[in-house]
């Protein structure tokens, strides 16, 4: 027979908690698993049903609705500080049938080598009405609507950030959560707000290409600069 594993469950017998002991090393191959076309199927089916929601959400003119987008101040972090918090955002926004939309300076990608700021300097803009705001060629009809401002403790606006509601870091909107689960969760809104730009694709194939990118590879990080403030 075959099972398809409890949220944050995995295994040929869904016998592991991932968030218990995030450590898991597959007693059977999963390529060969007898389980493997039904979870890979449900896996699927949730993907396609929240990318669905999020991209209409998100759309023309559903962006730039007051009723049907919450406003957020832009975060002032580096790459990943910023992914998380938008994650959060479109969590809380997503919670109440909305989509998450950015408004204020970003710190990160403010400057001349990104043609915009902020996660948009690499990455698809999630919020359709992003940049013809940005660049000027639109009015802008949040413009005065308070954005959500990001607090001290528990993220953009938890009254008590240990309890697992809305505003919290580790929720997800039902009927997610109870289907898939946190790792599942986070993994789509991965996907969601992070598409690479075809301009980003373009510069790492030719920086592959000029190194003779081939494998084996060992992968080094160094860092030269903080890209909040300008290119590294």
């Known amino acids: 027979g075959a099972c398809v594993c409890n ?7 869904c016998d592991h908690s991932i968030l218990g002991n995030l450590s ?28 669905t929601t999020l991209y209409d959400l998100h759309e023309v003119p559903n962006c730039a609705d ?20 938008a994650m959060q955002c479109v969590t809380r926004a997503l919670s109440e049938g909305k989509g998450a939309v ?15 700021p902020g ?14 705001v940005t660049t000027g060629s639109a009015d802008d009809p949040l413009a005065e609507v308070e954005p959500y401002k990001e607090q001290r403790f528990g993220g953009w606006y ?20 109870q289907q898939h ?18 301009t980003t694709i373009a510069k790492l194939r030719a920086l592959q290409g000029g190194m003779g990118w081939q494998h084996p590879i060992a992968g080094v990080h160094v860092r030269h600069g903080d890209a909040c403030f300008h290119g590294a």
């Open 24 to 51: 898991y090393l597959p007693s059977v191959n999963p390529s060969l698993s007898p389980s493997r076309c039904i979870k890979s199927r449900v896996f699927e089916e949730g993907s396609i049903e929240l990318q």
């Open 119 to 132: 996660l948009s300097c690499d990455f698809e803009p999630h919020d359709r009405c992003f940049e013809a």
């Open 102 to 116: 950015f408004r204020g300076p970003w710190r990160y990608g403010a400057h001349e080598g990104c043609r915009m």
């Open 7 to 13: 949220p944050d469950w995995v295994g040929d017998l």
């Open 66 to 85: 007051s009723e049907k987008a919450m406003v957020f101040l832009a975060p002032h972090h580096g790459l990943g500080g910023n992914i998380h918090l």
């Open 158 to 177: 938890a009254p008590n950030w240990r309890e697992v509601t809305p505003q919290s870091l580790d929720y997800v909107p039902q009927p997610w959560r």
């Open 181 to 198: 689960g946190m790792l599942w969760w986070r993994a789509q809104l991965m996907n969601f707000l992070a598409r690479p730009r075809a």
